[in-house]
């Protein structure tokens, strides 16, 4: 027993010995060092610096890449960087954000706004979630970038947290905590030019009984206003005016689908939407409209691609890929104001 006691003693004495830091390396970058991170392990060490540098080192304190990041005409600073577990880098330098892959530092997406103040903002480095520049805070999906959420408010560059299906979000001098609970879906639309659709509704397109048809124009009605979307109405409150932010996807959620842009009047327009396949009834087949995006400002309304044969005979200009003109001694053929003569 005294054996097995002092076996212990010794034991416990081992395990207790303080074990001291040192200094492994160190690194001049010759110019101020405004952010830092590292990665779950701490096997990558990302450093960014005022000009708009950013570095990425071994845990033996080799370079592995660096890239510079300084937005034309803002700050070039880095102000934050975080490491996520999933390879990602979330780097906010001056009015922009980057999410790049944190082994190699490719960009994987980008989205910015020289107009706004780059001063203050936060950024979740466990998800998606972006508190961007004073009163914007967004929900952005990390594969596409696109915002799914938005929020306009007196947020003044609070703090955010969260995985991205859920987000805490504080206000600058603000008391309260704000919980947002957001569905991330994989089959959302991509962003063009960094900002994706807020919004999207679902159509169910009854089967034929004429048999399986494919590439079939459909009418789709939207409405901007409040209002039940069912069958072919959708309404979209938050849609633009002139209805140039609508879009229409395959039963993908992602595919876009040719579509016309047939008339507008007042806050209903009608769509000619040409459907990929529509099955046989009883059978069934989805799509999905989607509108509000920033950047989506002019439609994409194509009304060749949903018709066999079309022409709206308003540029003064015979379309011979399409028309072959025959006259007589004195004949004419024109086109005018929309007419073919």
Excluded at 40 to 65: H, K, L, N, P, Q
Excluded at 234 to 241: I, K, T
Excluded at 302 to 323: C, H, K, N, R, S
Aim: net charge negative; charged share 15%; glycine share 10%.
């Amino acid at each position: 027993m005294k054996k097995i006691a002092a076996l212990i003693l010794l034991l416990l004495a081992v395990i207790t010995v303080p074990v001291s830091a040192g200094e492994e390396w160190t690194k001049s970058l010759g110019e101020e060092i405004t952010a830092v991170a590292t990665d779950e392990y701490g096997d990558r060490i990302f450093v960014g610096t005022e000009s708009g540098m950013v570095y990425c080192y071994s845990a033996a304190g080799s370079v592995v890449w660096s890239v510079q990041l300084a937005p034309a005409g803002a700050d070039p600073s880095i102000l934050d960087i975080r490491a996520d577990t999933e390879g990602h880098i979330w780097v906010r330098c001056g009015n922009a954000f980057y999410l790049r892959n944190a082994e190699t530092g490719a960009n994987i997406w980008s989205h910015g706004d020289p107009t706004i103040s780059a001063e203050g903002g936060d950024l979740s480095n466990t998800g998606i979630a972006l508190n961007v520049w004073e009163t914007v805070f967004d929900l952005k999906i990390s594969s596409t970038g696109h915002t799914i959420y938005r929020s306009l408010g007196s947020y003044n560059n609070g703090a955010i947290s969260g995985d991205g299906t859920w987000a805490v979000v504080t206000r600058q001098a603000d008391p309260n905590l704000y919980l947002y609970s957001v569905n991330l879906p994989d089959d959302w639309i991509a962003p063009w030019s960094g900002f994706g659709w807020n919004n999207r509704v679902s159509h169910t397109i009854a089967g034929s009984t004429d048999g399986a048809l494919t590439n079939y124009p459909v009418e789709i009605t939207v409405i901007r206003g409040a209002g039940s979307s069912s069958g072919s109405t959708v309404y979209a409150p938050d849609c633009r005016a002139d209805f140039a932010d609508i879009r229409f996807t395959a039963a993908d959620g992602v595919t876009h689908i040719p579509y016309y842009l047939e008339s507008v009047n007042g806050n209903t327009a009608t769509f000619l939407v040409q459907i990929p396949a529509i099955p046989a009834s009883p059978g069934t087949t989805t799509i999905y409209t989607y509108w509000e995006c920033r950047t989506a400002t002019t439609t994409t309304s194509d009304p060749t691609a949903v018709y066999l044969l079309y022409d709206d005979f308003e540029d003064g200009v015979i379309d011979t890929d399409q028309w072959t003109p025959y006259t007589g001694t004195n004949g004419v053929v024109r086109e005018t104001g929309g007419y073919l003569e």
